[in-house]
């Protein structure tokens, strides 16, 4: 019940709070569905595709990891969650409730470009759409979770914005959203263990194995960060 | 029985000693005030009882539970007013407690926890836009939604207006009445005399004065205060005062018999005696004095 209640409380104020909905909603669906509709048009469909499920990478790093960290740091800062922690519930509703609303919009949100450029632009959906859905949902938690453990290392809720954009630029380089980079073989090999690597490749090549590997260490991660290091309250000084 | 046990606690930040192995006991049903300056230790105890903070040494018990330990059962049953704490800006008053009803097993009803906190003419409002006094009024609905047995309230009339606050003592006295046992810190030492049966002073992280709020007051006497008359040589008068301008202060264990005495021999005189002032030793008055044996 009470994880049901503050779910449905983080939604709410989600789409309460106009300056965050055009960061993390107005902007990156502008992105998601202008760019690959502008490469079918001026490039071709394959470009179009390729930006396309890159775009998946922009919109987990913005609607779900840049979200969580700077709503929970806001709260933080602000004492909210030290005041939600005065109430009857536990920790984990508390944080399990931020999470599941913030994936829960964030997979409407890439369902909902990857339609919009399919109908503007007719640029294909997934070949398989089952890894696409997996791929997606799992992703939305993990990057999620994972904006939520970033937050210890936010010093000032003014700060938090900033401090997830080199999250935003890498996932975005790692996946070929912004066209091919040339990069050292190492620095891609690298880049293809993040998070967001994993959902764009198994979205792209139907293959969850891996993804699902990668994403579960991300996922484990992320749970001992918050467990270790997550504040409550912000620093005495 | 006893409610709240706390024994030795200490508790320190970053080096700084801020509870210095305190202890106390509040008994069922009843209103326990600590007091002290800012600094003393007063929201650290607090926090700690309430389970925000690990105690570094020594016990604390509420409810006979550990409150960091068993903190989700602990929770269930008390009540929490902080004294720093933040809400949803863009909620109104009534959006924000039905948000901590859906938190609450069996809550009071919305309206009844507004009104209660004497609220009852801005459930649409914006919480930006109440002001510091009702944002506390707000904070206390919050805590008294779950009907609690225990209530901490962290400096709760911080920021009222003194009808607002004397409508904090009533609830507060009723929630007394009716068995909640309530831990308060103040600044407000005459809120703590009205409100408290007991009560505890810190100072530097030390408790430096407890007990019964009566007997404790009782057993420091009081005081005759007056007007000098003109020409009069304090030395004369049957009682030992010390002066301060033109006026006197007599302190008795006894107040009103040294009143009598003064006012015997004034009348005997044909004199009067301006102003005068009888009344028992204040909390105020015991602050003071603590602070001035401390230098």
Redesign the interface.
């Known amino acids: 019940?009470?994880l049901a209640?503050?779910y449905?409380?983080g939604t709410r104020?989600f789409w309460?709070?106009r300056a965050m909905l055009f960061a993390s909603v107005i902007t990156p669906i502008g992105l998601a569905v202008g760019l690959p509709v502008l490469m079918r048009h001026v490039v071709g469909t394959a470009t179009a595709v390729t930006v396309s499920q890159g775009m998946i990478a922009m919109l987990l790093s913005i609607t779900a990891f840049m979200n969580v960290a700077v709503a929970l740091t806001n709260?933080r800062d602000?004492?909210?969650l030290?005041?939600?922690?005065?109430?009857?519930?536990?920790d984990g509703q508390i944080l399990l409730g931020q999470i599941a609303g913030t994936a829960t919009q964030t997979v409407i949100l890439i369902v909902a470009c990857a339609l919009a450029v399919r109908l503007l632009a007719d640029v294909p959906l997934p070949a398989n759409l089952l890894a696409f859905a997996v791929a997606v949902i799992a992703g939305s938690v993990v990057l999620s979770l994972l904006g939520a453990a970033y937050t210890a290392a936010i010093p000032r809720a003014e700060l938090a914005a900033a401090y997830t954009m080199p999250v935003f630029l890498v996932s975005l380089v790692s996946t070929g959203a912004m066209g091919p980079i040339p990069l050292p073989s190492w620095l891609q090999s690298a880049l293809d263990l993040l998070p967001t690597t994993a959902v764009v490749t198994a979205v792209r090549t139907g293959d969850l194995v891996l993804p699902a590997v990668d994403l579960a260490v991300w996922a484990a991660v992320g749970l001992v960060a918050i467990r270790l290091w997550f504040r409550w309250e912000p620093r005495?000084s | 029985m006893t409610t709240i046990q706390v024994n030795g606690l200490r508790k320190s930040y970053q080096g700084f000693e801020a509870v210095k192995g305190i202890s106390f006991e509040v008994s069922e049903g009843e209103v326990f005030a600590l007091l002290g300056r800012n600094g003393a230790g007063k929201t650290t105890t607090m926090e700690v009882l309430a389970g925000f903070q690990r105690a570094d040494a020594g016990s604390v018990r509420v409810l006979g539970l550990d409150p960091v330990a068993d903190r989700a059962a602990v929770r269930q049953r008390v009540g929490i007013m902080l004294q720093e704490a933040g809400f949803f800006p863009d909620l109104t008053v009534a959006q924000t407690v039905d948000a901590w009803r859906d938190f609450t097993a069996a809550p009071r009803p919305r309206d009844e926890a507004i009104e209660l906190a004497g609220l009852a003419g801005r459930p649409g409002t914006k919480v930006r836009q109440l002001s510091g006094g009702e944002k506390r009024r707000l904070d206390l609905a919050l805590a008294l939604l779950g009907r609690p047995d225990v209530l901490f309230l962290d400096e709760p009339t911080t920021g009222m207006d003194p009808e607002a606050r004397r409508n904090t003592w009533a609830v507060v006295r009723d929630l007394a009445r009716q068995g909640t046992t309530i831990l308060l810190t103040t600044h407000y030492l005459e809120e703590a005399q009205q409100l408290a049966g007991a009560m505890a002073i810190m100072d530097q992280g030390e408790i430096v004065a407890a007990g019964g709020m009566a007997e404790t007051l009782a057993a420091r006497g009081g005081r005759v205060a007056f007007r000098l008359p003109p020409r009069l040589d304090p030395g004369d008068l049957p009682l030992p005062v010390t002066v301060d301008g033109e006026h006197a202060v007599c302190h008795a264990e006894h107040p009103d018999l040294a009143a009598q005495t003064l006012l015997s021999w004034a009348a005997e005189r044909g004199l009067r005696l301006p102003g005068l002032e009888v009344r028992t030793a204040t909390l105020e008055d015991l602050f003071l004095d603590l602070r001035e044996s401390a230098r």
């Open positions: 019940m009470s209640a503050t449905r409380l104020l309460r709070d709260r602000q004492l909210v030290k005041r939600l922690r005065a109430s009857r519930l536990t005495r």
